[in-house]
């Protein structure tokens, strides 16, 4: 799933390849991709491409007065072509959801892979007015986004630090790899109760969100769209590395799996070296 950091460099490479061009062709092949209908996709044609921007791990595209807000879900993705086909995609076939051309040619396939399809796409006058965009909690890497911010949002929440850092409403824009990764980075275990960190280990889990997405932004800077999800691989630290060792102790990476995704833990870093249960409601063996 694409997260803040490749969100991130998504928006500046479209603004890169596209600022100042207008917008030729808005092409639908997913009809349930489009959450609406007023203003239609076909008033995008003929405005000019602005400056794109993020809002946690929605891409902000304006054209014209308007805005095309993209979702990629945990299997969309944005495909550039510098020369873009004449074929109009058809709707239905395939992982095609949207094509944008522009004047000078090119232009992006919004692609989304699996038989989950949660890609979604919104034509706005103000993305402020999408529910999911307006209840999204605070940027971690907006420099307000301190460590006290931090503890006040955690604070009170009986709830496992894993489901909190990837609640959109508590943080935007950190998902389940970085959150892997901070909290390894911090050193607490995916199912440590929010409210119960100590606040030398609240100042570690702040340092470690705020390092390790401003470091994978800066990494992601200036790779074309292809090259993002082998950066984002190849940084990982324990997310997706189970079975290899820890970067940190050499232990194993663990995982513990849910039915629609996993989650990647050292125990000697983050459990006080003892194993998580695998399975759905899992807590520390005793």
């Known amino acids: 799933m694409p997260e803040l950091p490749e969100v991130e460099a998504l928006a500046r490479f479209l603004t890169e390849k596209g600022q100042g061009r207008s917008v030729v062709r808005a092409e639908l092949a997913s009809l349930s991709a489009l959450k609406t ?9 003929g405005e000019p491409m602005g ?18 807000v993209m979702h990629l879900a945990r299997g969309g993705w944005i495909q550039w072509r510098d020369a873009l086909t ?6 239905g ?8 051309g522009l004047d000078d040619g090119a232009g992006f396939d919004v692609t989304e892979q699996g038989t989950e399809k949660r890609l979604a796409l919104w034509v706005v006058h103000d993305a402020g007015d999408i529910d999911h965009v307006a209840t999204l909690g605070p940027d971690p890497l907006d420099p307000a986004f301190t460590a006290e911010v931090l503890a006040r949002l955690l604070d009170g929440r009986r709830a496992q630090l894993k489901g909190v850092l990837t609640d959109q409403t508590v943080i935007a824009g950190i998902g389940n790899a970085y959150s892997d990764e901070a909290l390894h980075l911090a050193r607490l275990s995916p199912f440590r109760m929010a409210a119960t960190l ?4 609240v100042a570690r889990l702040h340092e470690a969100i705020v390092v390790l997405l401003g ?3 800066t990494r992601s800077l200036g790779l074309p769209a292809a090259g993002l999800k082998s950066e984002k691989r190849s940084g990982m630290r324990v997310h997706g590395r189970t079975g290899e060792r820890c970067p940190e102790c050499g232990d194993v990476v663990r995982e513990v799996s849910f039915s629609s ?3 990647q833990y050292c125990a000697t870093c983050q459990t006080g070296g003892k194993p998580l249960a695998d399975r759905r409601l899992s807590r520390l063996l005793k």
Do not use: N, Q
């Open 51 to 68: 400056v794109v921007t993020r809002r946690g791990k929605y891409i902000l595209m304006p054209v014209g007065s308007l805005t095309l």
């Open 198 to 201: 100590e606040p030398d280990e």
């Open 86 to 91: 004449a074929l109009r995609p058809k709707p």
């Open 93 to 100: 076939k395939g992982p095609l959801a949207l094509r944008v």
């Open 261 to 263: 995704k996993s989650l």
């Open 37 to 45: 209908f007023d203003p239609p996709l076909a008033a995008l044609v």
């Open 215 to 217: 470091d994978a932004v």
